[in-house]
Nanobody, 127 residues
Framework: VQLQASGGGLVMAGDSTKLSCSVS????????MAWFRQAQGQGRRFVSF????????YFADSVKGRFAISRDNAKNTVYLQMDSLKPTDTAVYYC?????????????????????WGQGIQVTVYD
């Protein structure tokens, strides 16, 4: 599975940006998808999850109400809409995938539960 992330960049606090992650090499509809982020000097942390069907979504408390996750199965792409950005959102963002049938009942917020990763996208939020 190959994951190609795009978007991000330099954003002013309070503004919005949208990340995309295109997937190839596997039936996209079989994949749970997630976003993690890693700020400088910190470990990789969970941001958001969307199930293979799109029927379940979860968010870290730090982004709840500001970020939205969605997927377009026709385009093999998952999105992370990021609104009301804060400087504390500054990080490298990673998309990740796992075959849902291999992880039924497994936690969705642990990076070790994902098999494939995108290359990482820098998002920098400034005041």
């Amino acid at each position: 599975v190959q994951l190609q992330a795009s978007g991000g960049g330099l954003v002013m606090a309070g503004d919005s940006t949208k990340l995309s992650c295109s997937v190839s090499g596997r039936d996209f509809r079989s994949l749970d998808m997630a976003w993690f982020r890693q700020a400088q000097g910190q470990g990789r942390r969970f941001v958001s999850f969307i199930s293979w069907s799109g029927g379940s979504t979860y968010f870290a408390d730090s982004v709840k109400g500001r970020f939205a996750i969605s997927r377009d199965n026709a385009k093999n792409t998952v999105y992370l809409q990021m609104d009301s950005l804060k400087p504390t959102d500054t990080a490298v963002y990673y998309c990740a995938s796992r075959v849902y049938s291999d992880y039924v009942g497994s936690p969705y917020d642990q990076d070790i539960r994902y098999d494939d990763w995108g290359q990482g996208i820098q998002v920098t939020v400034y005041d």
